[in-house]
C-alpha cells in the first residue's frame, strides 16, 4: 500500500502550527489527528488533552451514545420535560 505524501505543504499557517505542535509531541500526525486536521483548533485542543484525555473524550461519548440510544427507546422525557430532540 502506497503511502500519503506530508500534506504540510498545502495547509494554511495557522493549521500548519497546529501541526507542528502535534508532530513535536507525538512523532506524527496520524489517527484522528490527521482528520481532525480540517478543524485546527479542534485539533489542537484535543491534542492538548493528551493520551489519557483523548480516552477519557472517546469514553464519555460512548456513554453519552448508549444514554441517549436507552432514552430514546423507553421514550423517556428529559430531566426539564422536554422530548428527545431525534
Known amino acids: ?14 493549521a500548519k502550527r497546529v501541526y507542528e505542535k502535534i508532530t513535536v ?5 496520524r489517527g484522528p489527528f490527521a482528520s481532525l ?10 491534542g492538548d488533552l493528551g493520551l489519557g484525555g483523548l480516552m477519557e473524550l472517546v ?7 448508549l444514554i441517549a440510544g436507552v432514552l430514546f427507546a423507553f421514550d423517556t422525557p428529559l430531566p426539564d420535560g422536554s422530548p428527545p430532540p431525534f
Open 1 to 14: 500500500m502506497a503511502k500519503l505524501a506530508d500534506p504540510i505543504d498545502s495547509l494554511p499557517p495557522e
Open 25 to 29: 509531541k507525538r512523532g506524527n500526525v
Open 37 to 46: 486536521m480540517h478543524n485546527p483548533e479542534l485539533a489542537e485542543r484535543v
Open 59 to 65: 469514553v464519555l461519548a460512548g456513554h453519552y451514545r
